[in-house]
């Protein structure tokens, strides 16, 4: 510890943890992307609220730059701290903090696991309902900063919707309690709305109430075979028209050969071009028969060429795992990952114009796609060769991404559904957001934090 | 027209159309609110969004302050133009714009009436769920920059939830399409969640993309006569735990005896301190065998006296108007009106307080109370006596609203559940939101509207 300006954090935060040893360097200094060497200034991990305002105090004080971090489990590089900064890590402050039956509320600290909030609100008989497979690393507050969705967005919407309440310290260290769970509160401009996605850039969020609802409906799985692309929107609608979904994901033949070489059931003897996992909710015997509906008017439209509906929970994880599984099996891959979105109604035309360009322009490339089509989200994720040299590969793939950069504004799309733009978006926000809006939301940061310290070069060039 | 600023306007823009008739500057220059005398420049009456862009430029150029405007139903002031501002009403542009099956969404330019949104969506056999009893006469532009709540708030909740995307004319001009439908979009700060509830000082929402949901389930409307006060959180919780709740409203003695002047037909015998409206589905046996069970259980524990189910459409309407008639109703008296929130698990203690300190500090007025139980939002209307000046019932009342300030304050609640801070609770805000909160609301404005031109007054002082 000879940095004299972490002498003087320390000495300003005597029971601060601080960690500077080259493996926790690179460690804490980076998340899933692996595109950036770390190299931050130090690691802090406090353990109170307190301690996060003397961290900002000192940041203020010294013009450090300051990078907030949770599971780092992002896939956009906005957790990733490469040019001396201090990363703040949420890990230590970890726990619930107060359930309130009434309100139907949990309070927690902002860096509790995912999975951890599941089993707390569960523990009282209720359910956070976002969810997705980083659910075990990544942190709650990571989901808030960045509005995770995941795959159950079709019933429960973006994290977005569950917030009932913030706490939040500022660049300048003050304590910003942010709606307190009202649930009508007109007073002003919602300052939680703009934390919620702002990746970081525009205040450490420390504290979440969450809003919990009723435990889901029993339900059933089923995993189909599709013949053609062309299909998937029709089941899609055949689907929602006679079903409650709480899930329906897509995958291509592709991505179900990485997660079976990864370990895998395979579901069908004979392969095909696209697969959707869907869950519905059952319960009575309407029900059972609007899914048995719903299949065969599939199957008779052709659009469906075989199927299979869970028999029981293990059944259900089984099919499960063929999605969930896709991010994992392709890591070894080092994918360069897309994650965009157009309204579900300019799903099929952005999906074909897509399609046809990247079969173009990826000839040497797999592209594996999957994704929520129900939310009008597609993750279009290309694999490295073994051979070729990584900074090659996202040379090449980055000369697509500006197509599809320039296909989604034609459709009105979003170059980050549910990511984040971080660093690696950043150089294509503004096929997603006009000029004005770049220019309000750099006025905005200046606003709330004049010195550019909170994970600066994020979202936009401070 | 001999006012030059004027005339450069209808030079800029020669279609607009502009009132400068003295009867059209009081109507277009107050809203429900009757405290201040109007004063507006002129009323512009933009016909399409260059027209509004038109305005804006020529307000830029000139350093003009407008006031945007809608049905102009608002209780808190917010479209008062009382001090030589350009009105910007939205009146003329009232139409629907597009309707999409897929995205289950309805385009709609912003001075539409509720009403007419309600319409809209349900010829397309879809809901606009927000609801309440100024439906016909305000606008969904004015609902959105209030974040307007109403009546089915328990079940839909506020206007926020439902606005997927924004169109948006800034203070200089510039068109902001913002969110644009999109299901999932984590692409930088959500612009559009921060026009929610600004109440006309971050820009001029021109058009809405609002989401549309299923027609609500059949329903039965029931009207409770409670014994106590103490009652009635024990009956609300009674109800929410066996029955799916549409609303859940309740009113007192005083409440009842102005309805039932007004025209509404008396529900029972006796007189009792407290009413109930609540509206649950129904629609097969084990619903409605719930709520009797529900009723049975409150009258057995001596929470509730009297009950009545309604019967039909019609008998549904009837009871509905004792609750929703009561604004109208006190209108004669020129009420002062309070619109506060707290959690709702705060609200047995804090009903007990305020109304302890309404019984001390009003002895002299009639106080009515009414509101929002499930949603922790309670009105509190003061009477005029019809023999006090304006002058001093309004400061007499303020008085007591400083105490209801810091009764608030204490239980972390809001003198603004769903009315706006406009001009009448603006020396409260302080009670609500932080310094540091407040100081933050005044970066974002200034980033947003440098020449502080947007409703200029209101929220805060510019």
Not at 70 to 91: C, M, P
Not at 326 to 349: C, F, G, Q, W
Not at 370 to 376: Q, S
Request: one cysteine or more; a negative charge.
């Amino acid at each position: 510890m000879t940095d004299s300006r972490l002498a003087a954090l320390q000495a300003a935060a005597p029971d601060l943890r601080l960690k500077t040893e080259p493996g926790d360097l690179e460690h804490y200094g980076r998340d899933w992307t692996r595109r950036w060497t770390p190299d931050p200034l130090a690691i802090a991990l406090p353990g109170s609220v307190a301690e996060v305002q003397a961290v900002m105090r000192w940041a203020s004080a010294h013009a450090i730059k300051v990078v907030p971090s949770g599971g780092r489990t992002g896939l956009s590089g906005g957790a990733v701290a490469a040019h001396g900064e201090l990363v703040l890590s949420l890990e230590r402050m970890n726990k619930p903090l107060a359930f309130d039956r009434v309100d139907r509320t949990l309070t927690v600290q902002a860096g509790m696991p995912l999975e951890a909030v599941h089993n707390a609100a569960r523990e009282n008989g209720l359910e956070y309902p976002v969810d997705f497979a980083a659910r075990g690393s990544c942190s709650i507050g990571g989901n808030i900063a960045t509005n995770a969705g995941g795959i159950r967005v079709i019933r429960y919407g973006n994290t977005r919707e569950w917030i009932a309440g913030l706490k939040v310290v500022t660049a300048d260290g003050e304590v910003l309690d942010l709606n307190r769970a009202l649930v009508k509160n007109s007073s002003g401009y919602d300052l939680r709305q703009l934390m919620i996605g702002s990746e970081g850039t525009l205040g450490v969020i420390v504290e979440a109430t969450l809003r919990l609802t009723d435990p889901p409906p029993p339900t059933n799985v089923m995993l189909l075979a599709l013949t053609s692309f062309e299909g998937l929107m029709e089941v899609f609608a055949a689907f929602r028209e006679r079903l409650q979904l709480e899930a329906f994901e897509f995958f291509t033949d592709i991505a179900l050969k990485h997660v079976l070489a990864h370990g895998a059931v395979k579901p069908f003897e004979e392969v095909h071009p696209y697969y959707v996992v869907t869950e519905f909710a059952i319960g009575d015997e309407a029900k059972e028969a609007a899914a048995m509906a719903a299949f065969e008017a599939c199957m008779e439209a052709g659009w469906v060429a075989d199927g299979v509906i869970s028999q029981s929970d293990a059944q259900a994880q089984q099919l499960w795992r063929l999605r969930e599984g896709i991010t994992e099996s392709l890591a070894p891959h080092v994918p360069y990952k897309n994650d965009v979105s157009v309204r579900i109604s300019r799903m099929p035309a952005f999906l074909k114009e897509t399609q046809a360009l990247l079969g173009q322009a990826y000839p040497q490339f797999e592209v594996v796609w999957f994704g929520h089509i129900g939310d009008g989200n597609l993750h279009i994720n290309v694999l490295k060769p073994a051979e070729m040299a990584q900074d090659q590969f996202v040379r090449e793939c980055e000369q697509v991404t500006k197509l599809l950069a320039q296909a989604l504004k034609a459709h009105e799309g979003s170059i980050s559904a549910e990511h984040g733009i971080g660093l690696v978006k950043k150089p294509y926000l503004d096929s997603t957001r006009s000029p004005a809006e770049i220019a309000l939301m750099r006025g905005v940061r200046r606003a709330m934090d004049p010195q550019a310290l909170l994970n600066p070069g994020k979202l936009f060039d401070a």
